[in-house]
């Protein structure tokens, strides 16, 4: 990891994170203070940020590449929560202000970078931005919510049903996310994904 201050591409990162869905709000003064407390990482396919069972928690801000988050049951068994791409942040703040462990991990799907830091300071900064911090719970709360939607549709709806709900969703996720990893978000082969793919071919365009 590299402290973002000296990091060689600080300025490109600094553009990004200007963009982020939860700190496009922020001023200068503001986002250079935050800037002091972000490390840069840079992530290969299938790197955990953080393993399900962690009390070392951080805040991450996406800035490249697709993130993961799994849960995995007592006999191995993974299920996909959600993918967080450019622009999206991941984190684990609710199980921080709990004091319990990271309910998930969080992988990276693809080669990938983040801004990362302690989700202590992540959330004393929170705390002089009141503004920030009433705008990111809410992102949270948000985030908990599509989870739910999504657990309730693996349930509820058939193999195209879950397919359509994706794409009336999330149709601009649909090319940048790795086919397997789209099948396996949807409770689905990836043969079967790729049936419906062309049968309702018209809803891909």
Known sequence: MTALDKHPEKNLIRLQLSQNSVLQSLDSSAMADLEAHLEIADLKKGDILLHQGDHQMEQYFVLDGILKRIVSSADAKEMILRFAIEKDIETSYAAWRLKTSAPYSIASVTKARVARMPLKAWAEFLDAHPALKESFEFEVMRLMSEIMAHTITLHMLD???????????????????????????????????????????????
């Open 159 to 205: 193999a195209p049903g879950r397919v359509e709900r994706f794409l009336r969703k999330y149709q601009y996720l649909f090319e940048l996310l790795p086919k397997k990893e789209l099948a396996a978000y949807l409770n689905l082969s990836p043969e079967t994904l790729s049936r419906l793919k062309t049968k309702h071919k018209e809803l891909f365009v």
